[in-house]
């Protein structure tokens, strides 16, 4: 195989096409559906996704919680301002985070957050410049969290977000995100009620979406590039429904690539899942076999990232650009509270 360079998987963007905030109706963005083997693409609203998902088929949802792990609290000598983003719990009160400024956080460096409710000491550097912290509080310290932090959005949002739970699925359970798996946004509890009501069976597995998700690949040659680190568990429940599908002849849809990166993580060479959990650092790229999706609901994603890169793996790069140039045309919305993207095996509407 030839090798793939970042900018094999380069695209223009217009900065008018970042969508800055969510639609009031989670489900009426657009769904732009692309043929993974022959790159045809039809143009419908999200929530008529229901029309092309069939009995027997199995929809796999992430069910990670985003922290709100944005803190604004100043130096208690000075009364600078300083920035935290909480990234992983190392312990009970001690946190991986990443402090801007950075010169102004050594160890030993005080921090004041809201009331004085919530108080963070610099213990240590850690890898990449980040540090961790100690935190002490009064009473519980996600009920404090949740009070006085704010949800950690991606740098090309610039707007701030009115409504936290916006930056949540509607079946987010288990908090440890430091991001949202922004594909399942499009998702209400009406619409998911629907399709299981049709026959497909939903199946959710947890993968906590690290800050990595928006590094930037800096190596020309993609296979030099390092991917983060995340957790992930997938249920016996999950497991059995994923297997029970495949078993059938039915269809593994993953929502979101955190979703497909979970499965495929876990997938054992037979092609089936077992209850599981571990760290993950796969990187899908064109190439890659895979062992357990079928199909990907995913959003538009940053040029020359592995976002695009592992949708190029299901779908082919030259389909996944044509299909992004078109949505471009279209004034599709990119990004987070974008518009979506089905990647499909048929057009074929299921109206049963």
Request: glycine share 6%.
């Amino acid at each position: 195989m030839n090798e793939l360079k970042k900018s094999d998987f380069y695209f223009d963007l217009p900065e008018e096409l970042i969508a800055q905030d969510p639609l009031e109706d989670r489900s009426g963005s657009r769904l732009l559906l692309l043929n993974k083997y022959d790159g045809s693409t039809e143009h419908h609203i999200f929530k008529e996704i229901i029309d092309y998902l069939r009995p027997g088929d199995c929809l796999v949802l992430n069910n990670t919680k985003v922290l709100p792990a944005r803190l604004m609290g100043v130096k208690e000598d000075t009364g600078a301002a300083i920035e935290l983003l909480l990234l992983k719990r190392k312990e009970k009160d001690i946190w991986e985070t990443l402090v801007r400024p950075g010169k102004k956080a050594r160890p030993g460096t005080h921090i004041v957050f809201g009331d004085s409710c919530l108080r963070a000491e610099i213990i240590k550097i850690a890898e990449e410049g980040n540090r961790l912290v100690r935190f002490t509080y009064d009473g519980i310290f996600e009920e404090v969290l949740d009070r006085l932090g704010e949800m950690p959005l991606p740098p090309y949002i610039t707007h701030k977000l009115q409504d936290k739970n916006r930056y949540q699925t509607v079946y987010a359970k288990y908090e440890g995100s430091a991001a949202a798996p922004t594909a399942g946004l499009h998702f209400t509890k009406e619409l998911l009620q629907r399709i299981e009501e049709k026959g497909i069976s939903i199946a959710y597995v947890t993968l906590h979406v690290g800050l990595g998700t928006f590094r930037p690949v800096k190596a020309d040659n993609i296979l030099e590039h390092h991917m983060h680190s995340e957790y992930y568990q997938v249920t016996r429940e999950a497991a059995e429904k994923i297997n029970h599908a495949r078993a059938e002849g039915g269809r593994v849809i993953c929502v979101g690539t955190t979703s497909c990166r979970t499965v495929e993580s876990a997938a054992r060479e037979d092609g089936t899942l077992q209850e599981c959990c571990d760290n993950t650092e796969i990187f899908i790229y064109p190439g890659y076999r895979f062992k357990i999706m079928d199909c990907l609901i995913t959003n538009f994603h940053l040029p020359e990232s592995t976002l695009v890169m592992l949708v190029s793996a299901l779908a082919g790069r030259e389909n996944v650009l044509h299909a992004y140039e078109e949505a471009k045309r279209e004034k599709y919305r990119f990004f987070s509270f974008g518009d979506a993207m089905f990647l499909t095996d048929s057009f074929t509407k299921d109206n049963k």
